[in-house]
């Protein structure tokens, strides 16, 4: 079903929204982002990270400077080395986190076709989340929006991955190596404990913390497409 007009129409068998052809990237973001305020943020989840394109949707993090022991502490926080498998306390936890596992795999299948790889991504991402004190979901919600799970996305700004960190991070707190962005626990363990920081710094204020992720402090748009994707990763495991 193709699109005539400026609004995107509704795909009857995904209910996602086609693109007019011949719009540039930035005219499709727009276009979709005026439709999705006038059809409600819930569609927002179902688009959020694939149909930008080839390029990833994130934008120009700031590089801010930190003081030397919340430089420290990030420091730390990255480097610590430990295995991606959850620490599960008693029975009750393992029900959960099998549950939780399930249902977070069914909906990754649309972007991971191969089960193994669906697994170790989530347990690697379990791992992270909880080690950063992060709702899963909302972890989920942000690699759906920042690079629709794709390992090796790149954005326009340079930033790399899952979750979309900048470059200058592996420098600031890291080893250096910014190619290291690209392996899997890296990626999700950077952006995780820079999502804590933001969180942090915003005194638990997720609009204005996914705002400074994002690099658009104060602008709805992306804090807004995050929390719709959150929605559709919700479980009681979070």
Request: hydrophobic content about 45%; some cysteine; glycine content about 10%.
């Amino acid at each position: 079903m193709a699109a005539t007009s400026g609004t995107p129409n509704l795909d009857g068998r995904s209910d996602l929204p086609v693109m007019p052809s011949g719009l540039s990237m930035l005219s499709r973001r727009r276009t979709l982002l005026r439709w999705a305020a006038g059809c409600g943020a819930g569609y927002l989840a179902g688009w959020g990270g694939g149909l930008w394109g080839s390029d990833a949707w994130a934008g120009p993090q700031i590089e801010e400077p930190l003081s030397h022991a919340v430089r420290t502490a990030l420091s730390a926080a990255v480097s610590a080395a430990a295995p991606p498998e959850p620490v599960l306390a008693n029975a009750a936890a393992q029900q959960a986190y099998t549950d939780w596992l399930q249902h977070a795999s069914q909906r990754l299948a649309r972007y991971k076709k191969h089960a193994t790889e669906r697994q170790e991504f989530l347990q690697t991402l379990w791992y992270e989340a909880r080690r950063a004190g992060l709702p899963l979901s909302l972890a989920l919600g942000l690699v759906q929006v920042e690079s629709a799970f794709r390992k090796y996305a790149i954005s326009s700004a340079g930033a790399r991955g899952y979750m979309q960190v900048m470059p200058f991070w592996a420098h600031l707190i890291g080893d250096g190596d910014d190619s290291r962005l690209f392996h899997m626990q890296t990626n999700l363990r950077f952006g995780c404990v820079i999502l804590r920081h933001y969180l942090d710094r915003e005194r638990g204020d997720l609009f204005l913390g996914l705002g400074r992720y994002n690099g658009s402090r104060g602008q709805a748009a992306y804090p807004e497409a995050v929390l719709a994707a959150q929605r559709l990763w919700v479980h009681a495991a979070d």
